[in-house]
């Protein structure tokens, strides 16, 4: 049989391939041929064929025809089989085919080789495909090499100990001494891999990490001896010594010195050494100064050294190169809830960041420039954020304007300036805001008596300017509608008041009936504004011919508003003025939006404020309660988390049925619009009361749920005033390196209480603890017994939907006592 064609002549060949099929053809060939050799056992050949097939197995050709080969090869006494044979089984065999234990009598053999080129062949195999079985079988092995007094091999055999440790955990024993005497060695090799050995014991078991805080001296004299040293070639990157050790040794510092106030202490001042004295020209310095960072924000350290790392960030935040801005960015977000002052300080380079080309860090010096918004600062930062908004992308608007709302509702200077704020948000981006923002904004008018007058009028002017964005149009119908006999009356004390006729207001309502950009919901605004103008001008006619065109709309919605407002016309013209008249000031039942579904003793109950506007839709109780087939017995009440439905109800539903066979024997009594008196639950008489105590009793976090990487965290607060409802803060977190998607938190309490489930802050948990997810439970216990919760988890994970089920009993006493 002739020789085989060399690799470099296979590469060669397989590149002069003038198409794909041409490609496949030349690899089935070569295939063939190797396929042929392998059957005759021909020895000779046998490398050179092996390390053809993984060129090809790296093109992505299947080659798993030629595993047993590299078993042959390993077996063979010749250097160049074994490296071919070795590559070959790190490439073709994992731990899932049983073919991967033949090797483990070999890579036995090879351990104690009298070579250390072949014991370093046999480490890498082991360190990289060695299955829990094969290091049970071998760990004895590697823990001789530990202790040899070869340094190629102890740092091989160290990294080999760190694949058998995260394998087999049982056996982090075994290497507990050959670990100690690792750091004493000179060799930097030998240093750099013993830290990975330390860090991966510290991080799979307290009490290692616990043993080993007694090297912390030790190690910061490593760290110093690097910072301190002179040139050395042989270690030398960008003039810094060995930065691959020192990022090594400060993430073990890290470790070490979390939640740990000696070993803090003991690490303190190294660290202001690191953050003073590397060198910032260089993408290298700057990586060292990053992990100093996170290892003085992780630890117990002083004050003064964590202001030095935030400034250390601000720096960073004036570098030209990209990445370095984010991970700053990144960082400060971290560190903002904790050292809030600090990073104040660097918020005029903070907001600059927003002008920055790059979506990633917009997107993060957004985020962050929220999170340092307070009531001293709210006007600049509000004007820069707002400015930020009318010149950003249209993939951040959405959440620009809900930052905007949040921050506008918790620190608003004035009522005034708090509503100019929110209008402006609707005229520059209201078909990006929130589904909650146009009752949330109809509340806040409702409730500011005294600015009724110019906030009609600036609606009204807007109206004229732009009637695109939805949200901005349907508010400002409502508030015509409400208000447009003070509009009429030009009568505006806080600006110059403008002159406007019946027929013009009535000429704009009627213009956003008949505009293409009018949505159905809009609509269906717009004419009930017009309904509620027959009982504040004058112009009824008019108003009486608008609605009967509209009797016959091809919308059914449109159609049953026109009809049921004719019917109010005609037949129940005595009740109009006191359906119609001016809604009451309302009570904020959520933050997040105007409707609440709650259950009270197994039944379904609506708590919806009064409004003229379109009513809300509500979600049948049977979707609320899919946790009761789930959770067992008929002794639980279920919650929905709130959300916002999309459809308006009928407008005429709210308070009687206009097309109904009513019988109204003697005089019909006038129908109030003041609500009708609901039971009294979480929030009854909250408007004027701050949400939670300013100073709450001490009671303890807990957590409630810990599994496949998924915490569940419960705070806890009083409600104000009422002393019965326990206010539960979730903070759910994700340690794993993959968000968690579509996540959804449900809860379930016995019939004694009352539990409502406000929305989630988002439905992505966050990987690696970048961030979480937080949303409030309001647990009603007027006969102060012990609190039980069945909580259910879904979410999606590495595209894997994940659904649990948990029951929750150890509340702490104080939270429902």
């Known amino acids: 049989m002739p020789a085989p064609i060399r690799l470099r002549e296979l590469i060669r060949t397989i590149r002069t391939a003038r198409t794909q099929a041409e490609e496949r053809e030349m690899i089935q060939k070569e295939c063939a041929a190797i396929r042929s050799s392998f059957r005759e056992e021909d020895n000779t050949y046998r490398c050179r064929n092996v390390a053809k097939l993984l060129y090809m197995h790296m093109l992505g050709y299947p080659a798993h025809f030629g595993q047993l080969e590299c078993l042959k090869l390993i077996a063979s006494q010749k250097f160049t089989d074994k490296r071919i044979g070795y590559l070959g089984a790190m490439l073709?065999?994992?731990?899932?085919?049983?073919?991967?234990?033949?090797?483990?009598?070999?890579?036995?053999?090879?351990?104690?080789?009298?070579?250390?080129?072949?014991?370093?062949l046999a480490l890498c195999t082991l360190g990289c495909m060695g299955s829990s079985e094969m290091c049970r079988d071998l760990a004895g092995e590697v823990e001789k090499l530990l202790k040899t007094s070869n340094s190629y091999l102890r740092k091989?055999?160290?990294l080999c100990a760190v694949h058998v440790i995260r394998k087999v955990p049982e056996l982090m024993e075994m290497f507990l001494p050959a670990t100690k005497n690792l750091l004493s060695e000179k060799n930097h090799g030998v240093l750099h891999t013993s830290v990975v050995l330390l860090t991966e014991m510290c991080e799979r078991s307290p009490d290692m990490l616990s043993h080993f805080r007694k090297l912390v001296p030790q190690l910061v004299r490593i760290l110093k001896n690097l910072i301190m040293s002179g040139y050395s070639p042989e270690h030398d990157v960008s003039g810094i010594s060995d930065p691959f050790l020192q990022v090594r040794i400060l993430r073990l510092l890290r470790i070490l010195g979390r939640s740990d106030d000696d070993s803090s202490e003991a690490m303190n001042d190294i660290l202001a050494q690191v953050a003073t004295n590397t060198e910032t020209s260089k993408n290298v310095g700057n990586a060292i100064l990053y992990e100093t960072v996170l290892t003085i924000m992780d630890i117990k350290s002083e004050s003064g050294l964590r202001v030095l790392a935030i400034n250390?960030?601000?720096?960073?935040?004036?570098?030209n190169d990209k990445n370095i801005r984010y991970v700053a960015l990144t960082s400060l977000l971290k560190t903002v809830q904790t050292d809030h002052n600090a990073v104040q300080r660097h918020r005029s380079t903070i907001v600059d960041c927003l002008k920055d080309l790059d979506v990633s860090i917009k997107r993060r010096a957004m985020e962050l420039s929220f999170a340092l918004v307070n009531g001293n600062n709210i006007r600049g930062m509000m004007k820069e954020l707002l400015y930020f908004l009318d010149s950003c992308d249209p993939e951040f608007k959405a959440d620009c304007a809900s930052g905007v709302f949040l921050a506008a509702e918790k620190y608003a200077p004035s009522k005034r300036w708090h509503i100019d704020t929110i209008m402006r948000v609707l005229t520059t981006a209201g078909s990006y805001v929130r589904d909650d923002s146009v009752p949330n904004l109809i509340q806040l008018i409702t409730n500011s008596v005294e600015m009724h007058?110019?906030?009609?009028q600036r609606l009204y002017k807007a109206l004229l300017d732009d009637i695109s964005q939805q949200p901005l149009v349907q508010v400002s119908s409502w508030c015509i509608g409400e208000y447009g006999d003070l509009l009429v009356s030009g009568q505006c004390e806080e600006e110059e008041p403008i002159q406007v006729t019946e027929d013009e207001v009535l000429d704009v309502l009627e213009g956003l009936l008949l505009s293409n950009l009018s949505t159905p919901v809009t609509r269906g605004y717009s004419l009930t504004a017009i309904m509620k103008l027959s009982t504040r001008l004058s112009s009824v006619n008019r108003i009486k011919k608008v609605v009967s065109v509209y009797g016959c709309s091809i919308d059914v919605e449109?159609?049953?508003?026109?009809?049921?407002?004719?019917?109010l016309f005609k037949k129940y013209d005595h009740m109009r003025p006191a359906l119609l008249e001016r809604m009451p000031i309302m009570e904020k039942t959520a933050s997040n939006g105007p409707t609440e579904i709650v259950q009270t003793n197994g039944e379904t109950e609506l708590s919806v404020p009064d409004m003229k506007h379109p009513p809300l839709v509500t979600q049948p109780a049977n979707q609320a309660n899919d946790l009761l087939d789930l959770l067992g017995g008929n002794d639980v009440v279920t919650v929905i988390p709130t959300t916002l439905p999309t459809k308006p109800a009928s407008a005429g539903g709210e308070l009687l049925d206009l097309l109904g066979d009513l019988s109204l024997s003697g005089g019909p009594a006038p129908v109030s619009s003041v609500p009708v008196s609901q039971p009294s639950f979480l929030l009854d008489g909250l408007s004027s009361q701050p949400l939670f105590n300013d100073i709450t009793a001490a009671i303890p976090p807990m957590t409630a749920y810990n599994?496949?990487?998924?915490?569940?965290?419960?705070?806890?607060?009083?409600?104000?005033?009422?002393?019965n409802i326990a206010v539960i803060t979730i903070h759910a977190t994700n340690t794993t390196e993959a968000e968690m998607t579509e996540f959804v938190f449900q809860a379930a309490v016995p019939k004694t209480f009352q539990l409502q489930l406000l929305s989630p802050s988002s439905n992505v948990v966050p990987a690696l603890n970048q961030g979480s997810i937080t949303q409030i439970i309001r647990v009603l216990n007027p006969q102060k017994q012990q609190l039980r919760m069945r909580v259910k988890l879904t979410y999606t994970h590495k595209g894997v939907p994940v659904q649990d089920l948990a029951e929750v009993n150890n509340f702490p006493p104080q939270s429902w006592q």
Do not use: W
């Not at 007058?453 to 009609?456: N, R, S």
């Not at 449109?558 to 019917?567: G, H, P, T």
């Open 92 to 120: 073709l065999l994992d731990e899932r085919q049983d073919v991967h234990l033949l090797m483990t009598n070999c890579i036995k053999n090879d351990l104690n080789h009298s070579t250390q080129y072949v014991q370093g």
């Open 156 to 158: 091989k055999a160290a």
């Open 312 to 319: 250390i960030l601000g720096r960073f935040l004036l570098n």
């Open 453 to 456: 007058t110019y906030t009609v």
């Open 558 to 567: 449109l159609q049953q508003r026109a009809v049921e407002y004719n019917a």
């Open 707 to 723: 599994k496949n990487g998924l915490k569940i965290e419960f705070t806890f607060e009083r409600a104000n005033p009422n002393p």
